[in-house]
């Protein structure tokens, strides 16, 4: 079975600061997805990397494939209050299963004023 | 411009009831799936179909049964409800089943059994 473990589970900081988050597995995956969610609604993707090493930005958002494809990173920049939400990575497993996709546990992101 | 649609938003069950949440999408997307999320779990397939009259079975398939008889609908139907089922369940579709596939989430639909 394959894991995504995602770190930290939480993170509360300040206005203006920078984090990253990162999504680790021992397997392999032919693409990984990042979401964001909001309370009371769906996860709404971000982005989706698919090539090994492969590095997109998304205005603030920089997120980062890691060249075996078994990781990835979010890092915010200057974050803000409106990036507060649930982040959650996926990757879709390199056999094909119906375009299963395999969640992380989710990062809690608390950006305060 | 509905995208995924459903239904009901909120539910309360007692043990031993049964349900059906319902999901329509449409986009005319082949591929839909239920989920459903816990805390610390993120989210966990439950059953996905990739065309109408096919379905099979996800990561915690036991509990629920699923059809699709049209390509808009994907209802899921929980035979007897346990407090184990407790959870918010989200419906998806997208175009194809095809790796990096943009998938479409519904609203969610929060579950209480008692």
């Known amino acids: 079975t394959q894991l995504l473990e995602q770190s930290p589970q939480f993170l509360s900081i300040q206005e203006g600061e920078n984090l990253t988050v990162y999504c680790n597995s021992s397997?392999?995956?032919?693409?990984l997805q990042w979401y964001r969610q909001e309370p009371g609604e769906g996860p709404v993707l971000l982005v989706t990397?698919?090539?090994?090493?492969e590095v997109k930005k998304l205005k603030r958002l920089t997120f980062q494939f890691g060249d075996a494809r078994k990781d990835s990173s979010l890092h915010i920049t200057a974050a803000q209050p409106g990036d507060t939400g649930l982040y959650l990575c996926?990757?879709?497993?390199?056999?094909?299963?119906?375009?299963?996709?395999?969640f992380g546990q989710g990062t809690e992101l608390s950006v305060k004023p | 411009n509905a995208g995924v649609t459903q239904t009901p938003k909120f539910q309360v069950l007692k043990t031993g009831q049964s349900m059906t949440l319902q999901c329509a999408q449409d986009?005319?997307?082949?591929?839909m799936s239920w989920y459903r999320q816990d805390p610390g779990m993120g989210l966990r397939l439950i059953h996905y179909?990739?065309?109408?009259?096919?379905?099979d079975q996800g990561e915690v398939p036991n509990g629920y049964n699923v059809s699709r008889s049209t390509t808009e609908d994907f209802p899921l139907r929980l035979l007897s409800a346990a407090p184990s089922q407790t959870s918010v369940y989200f419906c998806?579709?997208?175009?194809?089943?095809?790796?990096?596939?943009?998938?479409?989430f519904g609203e969610g639909s929060w579950l209480t059994v008692v």
């Open positions: 998806a579709s997208s175009y194809s089943i095809v790796s990096g596939n943009t998938i479409y």
């Open positions: 397997s392999v995956f032919s693409s």
């Open positions: 990397v698919v090539t090994g090493g």
């Open positions: 996926a990757g879709a497993p390199t056999y094909n299963q119906g375009g299963k996709l395999i």
């Open positions: 986009m005319n997307h082949e591929y």
């Open positions: 179909s990739v065309g109408a009259g096919i379905t």
